[in-house]
């Protein structure tokens, strides 16, 4: 599986951005996505992730109300819709896949993803 993430760019604070995700060499049936972004000097850190059916959303504390993530399986596309943002959410931002039988099932561990894209850059302006 491949995974290209786009979408990034620069932004002043209080604006928006939606990054994507395209999977290519199987469709995102029984994939969870999960986001996480990466600050220069800091760990990957988890932003949201969504089930496979996507009936089951999962967002860190300091995006929640202001990030929403989605999915469109027939596009083997997932989004992540970024408002209100802050000089804070400036990152690399990657998404991930896990492959899972479970229609409902989340998590927010770096460690537990099987695939990776390549990140796209979310620079912040103050």
């Known amino acids: 599986v491949q995974l290209q993430a786009s979408g990034g760019g620069l932004v002043q604070a209080g604006g928006s951005l939606r990054l994507s995700c395209v999977a290519s060499?199987?469709?995102?049936?029984?994939?969870?996505v999960g986001w996480f972004r990466q600050a220069p000097g800091k760990e990957r850190a988890f932003v949201a992730a969504?089930?496979?059916?996507?009936?089951?959303?999962y967002y860190a504390d300091s995006v929640k109300g202001r990030f929403t993530i989605s999915r469109d399986n027939a596009k083997n596309t997932a989004y992540l819709q970024m408002d209100s943002l802050k000089p804070e959410d400036t990152a690399v931002y990657y998404c991930a896949l896990k492959v899972s039988p479970y229609s409902a099932w989340v998590s927010n561990s770096v460690a537990i993803y099987d695939y990776w894209g390549q990140g796209t850059l979310v620079t912040v302006s103050s």
């Open positions: 060499g199987r469709t995102l049936t029984n994939l969870a």
């Open positions: 969504i089930s496979t059916s996507g009936i089951t959303t």
